[in-house]
């Protein structure tokens, strides 16, 4: 079975400084790894996903994630935080049994920017 | 419509109702998924129908969730006799093929509370 673990359920940094959300995998298949953001009463989007190739994962917003097999690996960086990016932010790996890209989330790490 | 619809985007429910949650997903689009996410906890898989078919509700939690999708369209996740453990935010989520990594767009939930 496949799951996620994020460490830290909350993480503050100031403005302007480095965003670093970690998430470790456990998968028995190359998994397909995800990264969504949630605000407040609101549904989940999309910030970017790791498939196949390059390991280094752009997404919106300047986020970017690295997929590293031998450290299981996926963690969620921003070189600079903006009072934006507040929310509560999710990792996922895909269970790709029968195609349907059914996902196992993370706990969830709540991200708070100090002006 | 643009996005994923859901509603009543709020329910309060006596513990013993029966309640009824209605997702209308983006048109078009084959695959529609149900997750259930309590509160600080991230989403977990509930069920899946690609088009009218329930492909997998390996993830619902008992015979008193019952969900549908008649015209491979519009769905319903109905919960029976309610219970003060089925209070959550249930999201619904669609994508446009049923195989593949296509994104997958959440609605804003429907927020149960049970009393």
């Known amino acids: 079975a496949q799951s996620v673990t994020q460490l830290g359920s909350h993480v503050s940094v100031s403005e302007g400084a480095l965003v670093l959300l970690r998430c470790n995998y456990s998968?028995?298949?190359?998994?397909?790894l995800f990264w969504y953001v949630q605000y407040p009463n609101q549904g989940l989007q999309l910030l970017l996903k790791?498939?196949?190739?390059?390991?280094l994962v752009k997404g919106i917003n300047g986020f970017e994630a690295e997929f590293k097999k031998s450290e299981t690996s996926f963690h969620l960086t921003k070189p600079s935080a903006h009072m934006s990016d507040a929310a509560e932010y999710f990792c996922?790996?895909?269970?790709?049994?029968?195609?349907?890209?059914?996902?196992?989330f993370g706990q969830g790490t709540r991200l708070t920017i100090n002006p | 419509g643009a996005g994923v619809s859901q509603s009543p985007r709020y329910k309060v429910a006596k513990r013993g109702q029966d309640v009824a949650l209605r997702c209308d997903p983006i048109?078009?689009?084959?695959?529609l998924f149900w997750y259930q996410q309590a509160l600080g906890q991230g989403p977990e898989f509930l069920t899946y129908?690609?088009?009218?078919?329930?492909?997998?509700k390996s993830g619902l939690p008992s015979d008193r969730f019952f969900a549908e999708r008649p015209e491979g369209s519009v769905s319903t996740l109905k919960i029976q006799r309610t219970q003060q453990e089925d209070s959550a935010v249930y999201l619904c989520?669609?994508?446009?093929?049923?195989?593949?990594?296509?994104?997958?767009?959440f609605g804003e939930g429907s927020r149960l509370t049970v009393l």
């Open positions: 989520a669609s994508k446009l093929s049923a195989l593949g990594t296509g994104e997958l767009f």
């Open positions: 998968s028995s298949v190359p998994p397909y």
């Open positions: 790791y498939t196949t190739g390059a390991t």
């Open positions: 996922a790996v895909s269970d790709q049994v029968g195609g349907a890209q059914k996902l196992v």
């Open positions: 048109s078009g689009h084959v695959s």
């Open positions: 129908f690609q088009n009218e078919a329930q492909l997998d």
